[in-house]
């Protein structure tokens, strides 16, 4: 069965990485950097001071900490637990994948930090700023990055979805812990920060 999973998870990612063009070269390669979301995360971060104003700091330390511990377990448990190489190490793909300006990543790919970091920080903010349009963007944003990494040779499918449960699930814990310790029932609704 494992050895089912595994093929069909390469055979997806074949599909997947093959569908490339030049034109989209350069975007997945600045959708997969993360300094291009710099900006996008110091925006996020003001409408967060913006909607919880003193209790802000809460957040703050919240998201940091929820990405850490996202980045930290991706890796030193899933990565280095697993083992398994990234299709960008796997030399019986290598004349097969698209891979661009030589970047293979790490050795081991399980899961992918990008997308557990990505769907961690989606999770957290849908489930802080309750604004339908704003979760449909953050969950839209953590999917096209999740996706620059399969364009990129250097993650499966399965990287990716064992990646985006694990930053789901981190995301919603610490949301359900700053809920219950730190900011209670105050929560925003239609651009209006209201308090239960």
């Known amino acids: 069965m494992l050895d089912f999973l595994i093929g069909l998870d390469t055979k997806l990612f074949i599909f997947l990485n093959g ?3 030049d034109f989209l070269d350069q975007i997945m390669w600045v959708i997969s950097a993360k300094e291009t979301w710099y900006p996008f995360y110091l925006v996020l ?3 967060l001071i913006y909607i919880y104003r003193k209790k802000s700091i809460w957040i703050i330390l919240g998201l940091a900490i929820l990405i ?3 980045d930290q377990i991706s890796v030193k448990i899933f990565k280095d637990g697993f083992q398994r190489l990234r299709p960008s190490h796997n030399e019986a793909l290598s004349n097969i994948i698209h ?3 030589g970047k293979r ?5 399980f899961v992918s930090s990008h997308a557990a970091n990505t769907f961690a920080g989606a999770t957290f903010i849908a489930k802080l700023v309750d604004l339908r349009s704003l979760r449909w963007f953050m969950y839209s944003w953590a999917a096209v990055v999740s996706y620059s990494r ?6 499966y499918p399965a990287d990716i979805v064992g990646g ?3 930053g789901i699930f981190l995301g919603l814990i610490i949301v359900f812990i700053l809920k219950k310790w730190a900011i209670k029932d105050q929560q925003f609704e239609l651009g209006v920060p209201i308090s239960k």
């Open 105 to 109: 990543g790490g050795k081991f790919g």
């Open 150 to 155: 399969i364009y990129l040779g250097v993650h």
């Open 68 to 70: 850490t511990l996202s």
């Open 164 to 166: 985006a449960l694990l």
């Open 99 to 101: 891979i661009l300006h």
């Open 19 to 21: 569908l490339h063009a």
């Open 45 to 47: 971060i003001g409408l």
